[in-house]
């Protein structure tokens, strides 16, 4: 001990660490039920930043973030509902550390409803890259929540469910558990159908639109290209937006 | 306790990275923050200083392999860490245009800050942290590290990179200073 009131001051100086600092530095992890079996999900203070199925958890997620991983006593609020319905709009996510062409890519595909698909060139277009079909391909295949961000619902227009982060057949899977009738969009597709109009109430959607849906036999009218529909007097939908 | 043959965060990490992190973390947490507090002079740089320094530890951790790890001085190199980023980012901010023409920088509204710390800090030695800032890089870069963390003379010298007489004199130069200045007011 010193007697210096200096020194003595200087001492008095040292100060613990806030709490929670290390919430900053380090991510928790748990493991949770989802709809194709176990994942494993990390979390920062800024919200759900990882979702991981199968082996290898740990070891993807330092190669991919450099963070440490601390075991977490309970799942982020509104992370299981968001799992068991397919609804995640509500749910904080962490995408610090994405391009922000990434990041639109990843924006975008979050407004497709559960049960619905949409083409990979409508993502494109939403964000206002048309041309970039085969990067919004790759942006949404290196999406790090899966599931929460459903780039599962983005699909191949021929009728197939197309790449995906979990595989191929983990999409189709997820897609049938969320109502989709993939047989339905191969035989629409193999029959060049991309868009589907009533000719009650004129408008044009995507095949799996809530609207399109609700269209009686008699009064549907598959299109082939959003133009021929147009020529016909139809008008693209408001809420699936095909002219988007 | 200093740098003992089993330094038990040395141990922690040789068994397994994010555990031994976490000993890293908890042991040294208090030592990194309240230095980066003293070398930024304020809460919220401090937090961000810190966090970072903690940041590169680890991700230079995931990469060093069990020999180096074993030769591994957990404190000092975690020291040394805060101490290159806080240069790099002083030299940085010295490159900036001033920011206004004022004698006194506003206070500064904190979230990161709370009530009761904003307090804590105005009354524990708020005078002494202002007589500090005001002290040449060096000599406040060594004065804190002896003086308010308690480091050995010997590992500050290893930290810094410079020999330990010339730690000495940044200390003693550095409390003539501020004896002097807080005499004078």
Known sequence: MTNDPLLAGLAALATDAPEGLYDRIAARWVRVPGPIGELSVAFTDHGVSYVHRGEGFAGAFRERFGRPLVAADRPPAGLLPALRTGRASGLELDLRGLSDFQRDVLEAARTIPRGEVRPYAWIAAVIGRPKAVRAVGTALGHNPVPLLIPCHRVTRSDGLAGDYVFGAAAKEEVLGGEGLDLGRMRDLAGRKEFYLASDTTGVVCFPTCHNARRITRAHRHGFRTLAQAREAGYRPCKSCRPAA | ?185
């Not at chain 2, 030769?71 to 190199?77: D, E, I, N, S, V």
């Not at chain 2, 980023?85 to 904190?110: G, I, V």
């Not at chain 2, 007589?131 to 060594?142: C, F, N, T, Y």
């Open chain 2, 1 to 185: 306790m200093g740098v003992s043959e089993c330094d038990p965060v040395r141990k922690a990490l040789l068994n397994d990275l994010d555990g031994g992190f976490a000993e890293l973390f908890n042991s040294h947490r208090g030592l990194v923050f309240s230095t980066a507090l003293r070398l930024t002079g304020n809460w919220a740089d401090a937090e961000d200083l810190t966090a970072e320094a903690f940041l590169r530890a680890y991700r230079a951790l995931a990469g060093y392999d069990q020999d180096r790890l074993a030769a591994l001085q957990p404190r000092a190199w975690v020291v040394t860490i805060v101490m290159n980023l806080w240069r790099n980012c002083a030299r940085h901010k010295s490159r900036k245009p001033p920011p206004a023409l004022l004698d006194e920088p506003p206070e500064r509204q904190d979230t990161a800050e709370g009530v009761e710390e904003t307090a804590a800090r105005h009354e524990t030695g708020d005078e002494l942290g202002r007589l500090l800032a005001e002290l040449p890089d060096d000599q406040r870069a060594a004065v804190v590290l002896r003086h308010v963390v308690d480091l050995p003379v010997s590992e500050i010298a290893d930290v810094l990179k410079i020999p330990q007489g010339t730690v000495k004199s940044h200390i003693s130069r550095g409390l003539k200073r501020l004896r002097t200045a807080g005499g004078v007011r």
